[in-house]
Structures are given as structure tokens and as C-alpha cells.
């Protein structure tokens, strides 16, 4: 998100569901016998259900891919296996296992984690495309609280190293810290951060601090596990962490040695591994330490050095009784890409192929469809999209359950192949990963997946159905401090989905969207 795009007026809207839903989970606390947390997309029926009738474009429309897509282009259990085995433990987060694909948030994944003592929650978004976690603290430039038009106002928890009890400063002749100016290896003063990210002038800094992560073993015998961690105690943030992206702290799941995951692995509490389900229904889960099941599939994670990543490569691609020839081309499974994007010449031999397949009339161009390949469903009287397959390296067959993407405008319903055309970099997004438990196993180097409705493992998810109309949109607005000082007068310019004016959302949605690559490690 460029700094100038100011964050949705959705936000309290958003918090107050969060934050309602994460107090019951507190009070349930042990009614939880889950692996992992829930990941509920922003758009998903369980959302909207509590939200009611308040604005959220509905799947199946042409607000809601072109608003994923246009993101995504910028932004670069219920008991799966349950175990009393300790050297087999699966942890989640103390205050409960859900998390929430929110749109009004820079459509990121957020979830509620507790740090400190006393413990305090934070709202935080979770990237795997970045390693350092850290949230607002003693900030100069932060998110405090999240203000309605009407003026209702909620507060984000800051950190305060002084107010835990279990805070320890990181000091500079730690290995952890990496020399800079000011910041020697002799010397014991604090370690310094600063991490800018690709977005527009956006970037975190202040310094590292050791404290308690409250975590939980995630089985049918919960147990209370505290991890202490190095995280950023983030005292100044700049751009899109304070336009609405990731407003109160930055949960890192990358490859790097700061990241969460590899944290817990170096502490010796879980296995350097975790799982992400994405399941049909727009729920999902995340697991530290899982290494899936013996029976799923796998191929190799390519490791690149200076910029790790969960790359893999894709020999061919089957759709339908199409095989391309072989293309031998890597790309990254990013939990943080709404759609798949493909360059050439991946891009145009999934998309021919398919269009081969195709048994409806192709769908005439259409600037406000994010997609290229669409096909007019309106007068068919049965659909069957063409069966799309990933051939990995090694032979391992990834089977797309829902490579389409379908949407109603009016009397007309369309279709489209769900892939965008890519100049710089291939991504599998998480509209081919639903259905699936994807395990990013980091000691083995391999990617996993089995198919799964992320309550149990099943053999092949639902796909999900075209939705009804898209309630009507309601409005909030942030409110910052910078300096210290509240900024006033603060009215959002953030695109305001409308099921009445799609024409509009395909060019409004890029002011929305973020992107939290980092271009500097810890310094």
C-alpha cells in the first residue's frame, strides 16, 4: 500500500468481531482440543454470520477477486493427529486457536497472541513472507486505537518493556544482533532493528527485546508452554503499518533464524515445521511443529540463499486430458497470495490448455474481471471446470480442487480460470491450496500436503458454492498517533465495496494492498 492510501473505514467493524470472538475463546479456554489455530477468511460465511449484514463482498462476485487479485499483485481441528507424545508436541497460542483473513486490514491473516507478564494480547498479521516479529512498543509513530466515523473508539495494546516483568533487553554482543553503526559486537548496549519493506516508505524500527510468547500444547490435554523469544520492540513504524496493514505488529513465519517457527525450533520445543490448512469453507489452521502424515504428498523446497523461500519446482501441468510439455519452473507457495500468479510460459500453458477444455462460450472481454480466461455459465445446465494438476518434481501430483473463480453480475454468471499473468515471479496462492494441509517442513526441506477440510483428513473438500448478494457497506476510520500526538480529521480514502457499483472496484482495490517483503534484515 502506497503511504498516501489511507486505511478502510471497515476497521472497527473488523476488531470488534475479533476482538468478541478471541474474549469467548478466553473464556473456553479449554474447550479447545484442536491442532493449530483457525484462519477464517474475511469473506468466509462464519465471518459474516456475526458480522451480519455489514460490509463484506461476497465470494462470487466481481468486488471480491478483483479486490484479492489487485492485492495480491501488489502484496508480494479439529484433531488432525492428536498425540500425547512430547517429543511429538504441536503448540498454538495461548488465548485460542483462531485466526482471521481480514480485508479491511491490508487481506492479511490476523490472529490474537499474548506476550509478556502480565500477558498481553496483540491483533498481529501473520506473513510468511518475512521473518522478524515484532509489535508497537513505547512507539514515537504507531497505531494506537481504531476510531469509528461515528467516534467510537477501540485501543491497541502497545508493549512496554519496563511494564512485563519478564522483558530482557537484547544487547549488541549477542550473535542475534548484527553489528551496525553505534552497535558493536564488545558492546552491551541495546541491539538495534530497522526493516523496510517493499511498500511504499514502509518500514519498523526500534530495538530487540527478549520476552514470553504464551503458547499452549495443542492436543486433547493442553498444557500451558511459555517460549521466550527475540522480537522487535517496534517504536517506530512508517507507510502501510499505519495506513492499515498489520497496525498493531508483524508475526514473521519466513525461513529466516528470527522467525517465529524457527525460534521454537532452536528452543527445542517443536520440530522446525508447521502446517497451514486451507480449508473450502474459508477456515483454517496453522500448526508449529507439525510434519504432516506419512501418506501425503511431497517435493523438495529450493533454497535460495540470500532470500529464502518456500520455492518449489513444477515439472508440468495437466488440465483436463491436456499435458504440457516440460517447463521445469520454480515457484513459491505464498499463504499470503489470494490468487495464483504465473508467468510465461507456465501462464499460457495452463491457460490454453484450459481453454481447450472449456465446454462454455467464451466470456467477452471485460475490464472489471480481474482474469483473462472467463466463460459465460448462465445457460448451461451443468458444469464441470476442467481438472487442473500440478506435476511436481519428483512425480508428485498436486490436484487443484478449486483453480476456478466464479461470480454473478446481474442475470449473468461467469467463470474464469483463476490464474493472473505474471512478469517477475511465479506464486501459488491460496486459491489452489484449498483443500489441503500444507506442511513447510524445514528440517526435511520438503513441501507437503494432503487433502483435508481442516477438521479432519478427508479425501476431496467440498467446493464451494456461488454465494447470494453482497450486503450493503458500512464505514469506520483509523486513528494514529505519530509523535506522540493524535493525527485529527483523519477520513479514509479506501475503496468502499458496493455489490451495486462493480464497475468501480477493479481500479479502486489497488489502494488497498501491501506488500511486507523485506529489502533489509535486522541491522
Known amino acids: 500500500m502506497a503511504s498516501s492510501c489511507s486505511c478502510s473505514r471497515k476497521y472497527l467493524i473488523t476488531l470488534l468481531l475479533v476482538l468478541s470472538m478471541y474474549i469467548q475463546e478466553l473464556k473456553n479456554c479449554n474447550a479447545f482440543q484442536t491442532f493449530g489455530f483457525e ?91 518475512s521473518d522478524l516479529f515484532w509489535v508497537p512498543c513505547n512507539c514515537t509513530s504507531c497505531v494506537r486505537n481504531l476510531r469509528t466515523i461515528s467516534g467510537d473508539e477501540i485501543s491497541l495494546n502497545i508493549y512496554n518493556s519496563n511494564s512485563s516483568l519478564t522483558s530482557k533487553d537484547v544487547p549488541c554482543n549477542i550473535t542475534f544482533c548484527q553489528p551496525k553503526i553505534g552497535c558493536t ?27 514470553l510468547l504464551r503458547l499452549k500444547t495443542d492436543n486433547h490435554k493442553p498444557k500451558d508452554i511459555d517460549a521466550r523469544i527475540t522480537f522487535g520492540c517496534g517504536q517506530v513504524q512508517t507507510g502501510a503499518f499505519l495506513d492499515g496493514g498489520a497496525p498493531n505488529g508483524l508475526f514473521g513465519l519466513g525461513m529466516g533464524k528470527s522467525s517465529v517457527p524457527s525460534l521454537l525450533s532452536m528452543e527445542g520445543l517443536v520440530a522446525d515445521s508447521f502446517s497451514m490448512c486451507f480449508g473450502s469453507d474459508g477456515v483454517g489452521r496453522i500448526s508449529f511443529g507439525d510434519k504432516g502424515s506419512p501418506d501425503q504428498e511431497e517435493t523438495p523446497l529450493n533454497l535460495w540463499q540470500q532470500h529464502p523461500a518456500y520455492n518449489i ?3 508440468q501441468i495437466s488440465v483436463g486430458q491436456n499435458l504440457s510439455g516440460v517447463l521445469d519452473f520454480s515457484a513459491i507457495f505464498d499463504s499470503g497470495a489470494s490468487v495464483t500468479q504465473l508467468k510465461d510460459p507456465a501462464y499460457t500453458a495452463i491457460c490454453q490448455s484450459f481453454d481447450t477444455e472449456a465446454k462454455h462460450k467464451r466470456h467477452s472481454f471485460d475490464p472489471r474481471i480481474p482474469f483473462e480466461y472467463c466463460y459465460d455459465f448462465s445457460n448451461a445446465t451443468e458444469f464441470q471446470p476442467p481438472d487442473v494438476t500440478l506435476i511436481m518434481q519428483g512425480g508428485s501430483l498436486f490436484n487443484v480442487f478449486d483453480p476456478i473463480a466464479r461470480f454473478t453480475n446481474g442475470t ?60 450493503p457497506t458500512k464505514n469506520i476510520q483509523p486513528h494514529f498517533v505519530h509523535g506522540g ?18 464497475q468501480n472496484i477493479y481500479l479502486m482495490a489497488w489502494s488497498l494492498f501491501i506488500l511486507f517483503l523485506p529489502i533489509l534484515r535486522i541491522v
Open 185 to 211: 559486537v564488545l558492546s552491551s548496549d541495546q541491539c538495534p532493528y530497522q526493516v523496510e519493506y517493499l511498500s511504499k516508505n514502509t518500514s519498523s524500527s526500534g530495538i530487540l527485546v527478549e520476552d
Open 485 to 502: 500526538t493524535p493525527r485529527n480529521g483523519l477520513i479514509s480514502r479506501a475503496p468502499q465495496f458496493s455489490a451495486g457499483k462493480p
Open 39 to 129: 484462519m477464517h477468511h474475511r469473506y468466509s460465511d462464519q465471518v459474516k454470520s456475526i458480522l451480519g449484514g455489514d460490509s463484506l463482498p461476497e465470494k462470487g462476485n466481481l468486488e471480491y477477486y478483483a479486490a484479492m487479485v489487485h492485492r495480491d499483485k501488489v502484496f508480494r481441528g479439529r484433531g488432525l493427529a492428536e498425540t500425547d507424545d512430547d517429543d511429538f508436541k504441536l503448540l498454538t497460542f495461548l488465548g485460542g486457536n483462531q485466526t482471521f483473513h481480514l480485508a479491511s486490514l491490508g487481506f492479511l491473516h490476523y490472529a490474537f497472541v499474548s506476550l509478556g507478564t502480565p500477558s498481553l494480547p496483540f491483533l498481529v498479521a501473520l506473513d510468511t513472507g
Open 412 to 471: 449473468t454468471t461467469t467463470y474464469c480460470l483463476a490464474v493472473v499473468k505474471s512478469t517477475d515471479v511465479n506464486i501459488i496462492g491460496q486459491n489452489f491450496m484449498t483443500g489441503y494441509r500444507i506442511v513447510f517442513d524445514r528440517e526435511k526441506m520438503v513441501l507437503g500436503w494432503k487433502a483435508s477440510n481442516c477438521y479432519e483428513i478427508v479425501d476431496h473438500p467440498n467446493i464451494p458454492q456461488i454465494p447470494k448478494k453482497s450486503p
Open 313 to 315: 519446482s513444477v515439472a
